[in-house]
């Protein structure tokens, strides 16, 4: 007998060794992501945590004593999301503070116009065709009529195409929401296009229950795409159809000619005074509003000084009287009469047709102010923009930020891409220029469209301007007062015809006059600011207090929680996929590979069908097989006498083989 060779005693060394190991595999307790499943790995999770629940949840003896733990831990953890998702919330809240300081302040810039734009006797050549369709209207309707006017038209004709513009968008008379409507100029009935009225304006009788008045615009390039737009009363429907085809006019008028047809700064201002010391027009700043004409802004700091105040009061603060020239208005524009002011920072542009306060004349109007600064926290406390740097709006107005300059910027620029020329009461784009009816016909139906969305808040302007972070604002507080006095009227007047005498030849009326006062009531400083109401030091503390209060848990706690639930969780997922795709690989090879064996049966011999059978045959059981009643016998193939031949274990011969075999 061969005694057995160094292998195989190797062999037989290292097995005992490999079975204590399985061994202690199986009885030791399983650690970490080695656990073959979830439901282990949690027991072991249970059993080796901090966390009290947790192993309360697994040493506990009873049903209900364990129902009672889990209840308790699993009320610990909500309570722990919930009030750790408040602390989240209150991280990103804001709290107010308000400081006020008592110091010199900055005077603000004061911008004043005058209600009317132009002057109307300079005006008339160039609105005579519009005034004419304008009373034409008036006395078809509702039969006002005046003597014809004296005015002859300048030899430079603007309004020569006026005309035919004229009668295709006149004023109409509708009668009962019927499709047919009547003109007011002409008496002719045309029917009435498309079927779009504007929604906005409420429809109230004009001398006959049954008629509205209004004007419909229908797309240039489309007759039958039309709108009707009406309004609450034939007053309203003419301003808004003269103010159109005002704007048409204004339009093609050159900036130079429409600063000499407005008001210059002699004939605005009468007296200034402003912290007790006279001023004049040279503290004035004259720039061009298109809705207003000429205005002036007093302390604009474009000569790089701005004017301050160290004490409070009337007294103190800028006070100017104004003349109106209530004879010199355009009775079709304006119906009121007075001065628009508002009072802003240096850098602010001044809407005055948005957020202007109107002064009325014989009287004296004191505004008092008192001076706020805020200031907002930006991303991620509040969706306020710091310098407007990151809205995708052009600035047409060369002044600071401000919600109001981006909202007039968007309209604009939408009007130029959708109209093909920019709105005359905004400024100008880049490269574009105002629309007027002989360059863009199609312009009042686009543009009465365009605003019908922005009011609306379909054209996305909205949504994308916001608000700045930080602005300066005046709180106004405005009174009135009879000016001049009864007594005191006659020389007052006198006066200031005597002042002004020089350039106007006659005495001056107190309803052309308008005194104006404007103050601060105090020299506080209100500085309203935002501060996070927590950093990041406290929330953490506060997150520490809340999981140590409910489940007397630490940082480490947190760490081996994501450890557990979140990597080791994630191993055995994975590892189990692992293993199923593994198995279904070596499945598929398997399958594979018994077809490929399928074709080499003859080779390895044949089985008898009937034989089929869990156990094995015998003799006695083989000789009771019946045979089969068609083919050849089954017999046993010859071996493969290829199989019997002895190869040695190993390719090569040992070395001390070979020793051997020499001796």
Not at 377 to 400: F, M, Q, W
Request: proline share 5%; hydrophobic share 35%; aromatic share 10%.
């Amino acid at each position: 007998m061969t005694p057995p060779g160094p292998e195989s005693g190797r062999a037989a060394a290292t097995a005992p060794g490999k079975k204590i190991t399985a061994r202690l595999k199986r009885t030791l307790p399983v650690r970490g992501p080695q656990a073959p499943t979830l439901s282990e790995l949690m027991r072991w999770y249970c059993l080796n945590t901090n966390t009290h629940g947790c192993r309360r949840i697994v040493v506990s003896r009873g049903r209900l004593r364990r129902l009672l733990w889990i209840v308790l831990t699993l009320s610990a953890v909500g309570l722990i999301l919930w009030q750790c998702a408040e602390l989240l919330m209150n991280y990103y809240s804001a709290s107010v503070s308000v400081t006020v300081q008592f110091q010199k302040l900055p005077f603000p810039a004061v911008t004043i116009c005058n209600i009317n734009p132009y002057k109307y006797s300079a005006m008339k050549e160039y609105l005579y065709e519009l005034d004419k369709e304008t009373k034409k209207a008036l006395e078809t309707f509702y039969g006002f009529s005046e003597g014809k006017s004296k005015v002859r038209r300048s030899v430079d004709d603007w309004n020569s195409t006026g005309r035919d513009f004229f009668e295709q968008i006149p004023l109409l008379k509708v009668e009962d929401f019927s499709r047919t409507a009547t003109e007011l100029h002409t008496g002719q009935k045309r029917k009435i296009e498309g079927s779009v009225f504007h929604k906005d304006s409420s429809i109230v009788n004009s001398g006959d229950s049954n008629d509205i008045i209004g004007f419909q615009l229908c797309d240039a390039n489309n007759s039958s795409d039309c709108a009707l737009y009406t309004f609450s009363s034939g007053v309203n429907a003419i301003q808004e159809w003269y103010k159109l085809h005002y704007m048409n006019i204004m339009a093609q008028i050159p900036l130079e000619i429409k600063e000499k047809l407005s008001y210059s700064a002699e004939d605005l201002l009468l007296t200034c005074f402003f912290d007790g010391l006279s001023c004049d027009k040279r503290h004035f700043t004259r720039f061009h509003h298109p809705l207003h004409g000429n205005c002036y802004t007093f302390n604009s700091g474009e000569s790089g000084t701005i004017l301050s105040t160290s004490t409070g009061g009337s007294e103190y603060g800028l006070q100017v009287v104004l003349y109106i020239d209530e004879a010199d208005y355009n009775p079709f524009l304006v119906t009121s009469t007075g001065a628009k002011i508002m009072v802003h920072d240096q850098n602010e542009y001044p809407f005055i047709e948005d957020i202007g306060t109107e002064i009325e004349t014989a009287a004296a109007t004191s505004i008092g102010m008192h001076f706020t600064q805020s200031r907002k926290l930006s991303k991620p406390y509040s969706d306020c923009t710091e310098t407007g740097a990151d809205i995708p709006v052009e600035n047409l107005y060369n002044k600071s930020y401000s919600l109001q300059i981006c909202l007039h910027s968007c309209f604009q620029k939408a009007m130029v891409e959708s109209c093909g020329c920019a709105q005359y009461a905004q400024p100008l784009p880049a490269g574009a220029e105002y629309c007027n009816y002989k360059k863009n016909p199609n312009w009042m139906y686009c543009y009465y469209r365009l605003h019908e969305k922005f009011v609306k808040e379909q054209l996305g302007c909205q949504q994308i301007c916001k608000d700045a972070c930080s602005f300066k604002e005046w709180a106004l507080t405005t009174s009135i007062a009879q000016w001049p006095s009864v007594v005191s009227e006659d020389w007052m007047l006198r006066v200031l015809s005597w002042d002004k005498g020089q350039k106007l030849n006659k005495k001056l009326n107190k309803t052309d006059l308008a005194n104006l006062m404007v103050f601060y009531k105090d020299l506080n400083e209100r500085f309203i600011s935002e501060n996070p109401a927590n950093t990041l030091v406290i929330l953490l503390s506060n997150f520490g207090g809340q999981l140590g209060l409910w489940m007397s848990c630490s940082v480490v706690c947190v760490i081996e929680i994501v450890e557990v639930f979140f990597i080791d969780s994630l191993s055995i997922v994975l590892r189990r996929q692992w293993q199923r795709a593994k198995k279904w690989w070596s499945g598929r090879q398997q399958g594979r590979a018994a077809q490929a064996t399928a074709g080499d049966v003859e080779r390895q011999g044949h089985e008898n069908p009937a034989c089929i059978d869990e156990d094995l045959p015998t003799f006695t059981t083989a000789l009771r097989l019946p045979l089969p009643q068609d083919g050849p016998l089954p017999r046993t193939p010859p071996p493969n006498y290829s199989t019997l031949r002895l190869e040695t274990a190993f390719t090569e011969q040992l070395p001390d083989t070979l020793e051997l075999g020499q001796h």
